[in-house]
C-alpha cells in the first residue's frame, strides 16, 4: 500500500522517511505552534526574562537558559529579500525545484527576518522585492501508539506563497 507523500515499507510506515514533525502534545512540547496554524495564526516564542525572539519555537532560551517563554504573534506577510532554488539534492516525496526566500517580516514585527519554503509559485518567477503571505497546508497524518492504542494525529504546516496581484 502507498500513500502519496508518505513513504511505506512493506505496508508499515517508516518514521525515518518522515520529514515533517510530530505534532501531538504527547510527543512534541511546541505542540502550541502547530495549533496556531490550524487557526491561521503565525507564532513563535519570546523569552521573559531576557526577550529574545526564538524562531523556530523553543521551550528552554539559548541565550539565559530561562524556561519562561511566551507565544507571540509574528506576521503573515512579508517581502522577499533572496531566493533559492533547489534542483537537485531535495528530499524524498518534494518535487523540484523546492524554493527557499528570505522574508523580511517588516520593522514592526518582533522578528525581523525568516528563511522559509516557497510554494505554488512557478520555477524562477519569484524576485527580490516580491510580496509573500503565509499559507498552511494538511500534512499526511502520522499513526502513533500511546498506551498500546494507535491513533492518527492531524498533522499541518506552512510555508510561503506569493501575493496574487
Known amino acids: 500500500m502507498a500513500v502519496s507523500g508518505i513513504p511505506f515499507l512493506e505496508g508499515r510506515y517508516s518514521p525515518t522517511l518522515d520529514l515533517w514533525p510530530i505534532e501531538a502534545k504527547e510527543f512534541n512540547r511546541i505542540h502550541t505552534?502547530?495549533?496556531s496554524l490550524r487557526e491561521g495564526r503565525f507564532t513563535t516564542t519570546r523569552c521573559?526574562?531576557?526577550?529574545r525572539v526564538l524562531y523556530p519555537p523553543r521551550v528552554i532560551c539559548p541565550e539565559c537558559y530561562s524556561d519562561e517563554l511566551e507565544w507571540i504573534e509574528l506576521p503573515k506577510r512579508g517581502k522577499v529579500i533572496a531566493v533559492v532554488e533547489k534542483l537537485g539534492g531535495v528530499p524524498i516525496c518534494f518535487e523540484v525545484p523546492v524554493i527557499d526566500a528570505w522574508i523580511d517580516l517588516g520593522e514592526g514585527s518582533p522578528l525581523r527576518h525568516i528563511l522559509s519554503r516557497v510554494i505554488n509559485c512557478p520555477p524562477q518567477s519569484l524576485k527580490e522585492g516580491d510580496e509573500v503571505q503565509l499559507?498552511?497546508?494538511d500534512v499526511p497524518s502520522h499513526p502513533m501508539e500511546i498506551r498500546r492504542e494507535t491513533i492518527i494525529a492531524e498533522r499541518v504546516f506552512f510555508a510561503f506563497e506569493p501575493v496574487k496581484k
Do not use: E, I, W
Not at 521573559?48 to 526577550?51: P, V
Open 33 to 35: 505552534f502547530y495549533d
Open 48 to 51: 521573559k526574562q531576557c526577550g
Open 135 to 137: 499559507v498552511v497546508f
